[in-house]
T-cell receptor, first 114, second 111 residues
Framework: EPEVTQTPSHQVTQMGQEVILRCVPI?????FYWYRQILGQKVEFLVS????????KSEIFDDQFSVERPDGSNFTLKIRSTKLEDSAMYFC????????????FGDGTRLSIL | AQSVAQPEDQVNVAEGNPLTVKCTYS??????LFWYVQYPNRGLQFLLK??????LVKGSYGFEAEFNKSQTSFHLKKPSALVSDSALYFC?????????FGTGTKLQVIP
């Protein structure tokens, strides 16, 4: 079964540095998402992306965050100047369609800000 | 605004006993409801969904969920719990633009 893959599995970065988290969604999917989960707790929606543009974003997704689909396969989340509170698990997800389609999640990138 | 509530942080159940993990929701329009399971150091795995039709939906690993429109609930159930069911369970609702997840319920099945 096709999977969403995320790299790296763990990223350690100094506060104030830029970080890019990478995702390869399932190849024929059209809708892409980033979520954040702090310490195995609530999964928080960050942003959804369709047709090469953001379709929805949360209040967490401020000017420090950006997403990009630089080619036909990758979907990236960039944090420009990381803060301690950005430390979390970041999950990428994708769906073929919206509505009743379940999202397929990657195994996440653990981001640790020092 | 759409929301999901999972009132129990943790549910403990003996192996072989039935289990229920509770979820209530709020969303405009017809709800699309989902249950996901998360094992340690893994992403969320889809278990089952309700779109329309029968109020009782069946999913993976013997799990089922009952949609109750009047109570706006979508409780996850399993007739006989296994130790391997121990994990973190998330209820989710899809609204017009995004999916909102509950806070998660840790299920502990005791041998």
């Amino acid at each position: 079964e096709p999977e969403v893959t995320q790299t790296p599995s763990h990223q350690v970065t100094q506060m104030g540095q830029e970080v890019i988290l990478r995702c390869v969604p399932i190849s024929n999917h059209l809708y892409f998402y980033w979520y954040r989960q702090i310490l195995g707790q609530k999964v928080e929606f960050l942003v959804s992306f369709y047709n090469n543009e953001i379709s929805e974003k949360s209040e967490i997704f401020d000017d420090q965050f950006s997403v990009e689909r630089p080619d036909g396969s990758n979907f990236t989340l960039k944090i420009r100047s990381t803060k301690l509170e950005d430390s979390a698990m970041y999950f990428c997800a994708s769906t073929l369609l919206q509505g009743g389609q379940p999202q397929h999640f990657g195994d996440g990138t653990r981001l640790s800000i020092l | 605004a759409q929301s999901v509530a999972q009132p129990e942080d943790q549910v403990n159940v003996a192996e072989g006993n039935p289990l229920t993990v509770k979820c209530t929701y709020s969303v405009s329009g017809n709800p699309y409801l989902f249950w996901y399971v998360q094992y340690p150091n893994r992403g969320l795995q889809f278990l089952l969904k309700y779109i329309t039709g029968d109020n009782l939906v069946k999913g993976s690993y013997g799990f089922e969920a009952e949609f109750n429109k009047s109570q706006t609930s979508f409780h996850l159930k399993k007739p006989s719990a296994l130790v391997s069911d121990s994990a973190l369970y998330f209820c989710a609702v899809r609204g017009p633009q995004k999916v909102t997840f509950g806070t998660g319920t840790k299920l502990q099945v005791i041998p």
